[in-house]
C-alpha cells in the first residue's frame, strides 16, 4: 500500500531564515506529487505540483520553491521565510492516470515568528 | 465569485443525526468530485469521489452530486461523535493531466452526544 510522509511536523523559524520541508511517497512509482498551504479557517491553496523528476510548475508567485530530485521526493524551500509563510503545509500524490484523486501526508505547521 | 462555495459553519448536531454537507460551484467542467475529511491538526483524508452524476453510497456516507444545479452533497447517517472534523469538497476537470483539484474552504462539522 503507498504511504506518504511529511517532516518535520512541527516548525518555528524566525523570519529571514530558509526552509526546507521534505515529502517522500512510498508503494507507487512516478506519482504527481503536489504542495499545499492551509492558513488557519481556510480551504487549500496549491503551491507547487510535479508530474515527474525536475518538473516543477508554480501556482502562486511568491518566496517559495520546490524541487523534486527523486521520483518520490518532494522538497519545498524558501531562502528567507515571511511571517506570511506561516501556515499548515501538506504535500499529496495522486496517480495522474486517468484518475484525479489526491492523497495527502500529515502536514507540517509552520509558525515564522 | 470563487469557483467553488461551501458554507464554512460551524455545524452542531446531536449524534445520530442526518449530516448534509454541501457545495455549488460554477465551472460546468468539473466532472470528478470527492470529499475529504480533515480532523484538527492532521493531513485531509480522502472519503468518497464520484464522476459526473448521480449517487454513492459507502456505509453510513453518501455523496450525491446534480451537475443540472451544480451542486453536490454528502449525507452522513447515523452521525457519530467520531465524525467531527472539517469536510472538504474537492472537484476536478477532467482530462487535466497534472489532475488539479478546486477545493472549497470546508465545514466544521461537531457531532455532540
Known amino acids: 500500500s503507498q504511504t506518504i510522509h511529511q517532516w518535520p511536523a512541527t516548525l518555528v523559524q524566525p523570519v529571514g531564515s530558509p526552509l526546507s520541508l521534505e515529502c517522500t511517497v512510498e508503494?507507487?512509482?512516478?506519482?504527481?506529487l503536489y504542495w499545499y498551504r492551509q492558513a488557519a479557517g481556510r480551504g487549500l491553496q496549491l503551491l507547487f505540483y510535479?508530474?515527474?523528476?525536475?518538473?516543477i510548475s508554480s501556482e502562486v508567485p511568491q518566496n517559495l520553491s520546490a524541487s523534486r530530485p527523486q521520483d518520490r521526493q518532494f522538497i519545498l524551500s524558501s531562502k528567507k521565510l515571511l511571517l506570511s509563510d506561516s501556515g499548515f503545509y501538506l504535500c499529496a500524490w495522486g496517480t495522474g492516470q486517468g484518475s484525479y484523486e489526491q492523497y495527502f501526508g500529515p502536514g507540517t505547521r509552520l509558525t515564522v515568528t | 465569485q470563487k469557483e467553488v462555495e461551501q458554507d464554512p459553519g460551524p455545524l452542531s448536531v446531536p449524534e445520530g443525526a442526518i449530516v448534509s454537507l454541501n457545495c455549488t460551484y460554477s465551472?460546468?467542467?468539473?466532472?470528478?468530485f470527492m470529499w475529504y475529511r480533515q480532523y484538527s491538526r492532521k493531513g485531509p483524508e480522502l472519503l468518497m469521489y464520484?464522476?459526473?452524476?448521480g449517487n454513492k453510497e459507502d456505509g453510513r456516507f453518501t455523496a450525491q452530486v446534480d451537475k443540472s444545479s451544480k451542486y453536490i452533497s454528502l449525507f452522513i447517517r447515523d452521525s457519530q461523535p467520531s465524525d467531527s472534523a472539517t469536510y472538504l469538497c474537492a472537484m476536478s476537470v477532467v482530462a487535466s493531466r497534472y489532475g488539479k483539484l478546486t477545493f472549497g474552504q470546508g465545514t466544521i462539522l461537531t457531532v455532540h452526544p
Open positions: 465551472n460546468s467542467a468539473f466532472q470528478y
Open positions: 508503494g507507487t512509482s512516478n506519482p504527481n
Open positions: 464520484t464522476y459526473s452524476s
Open positions: 510535479s508530474v515527474g523528476i525536475g518538473q
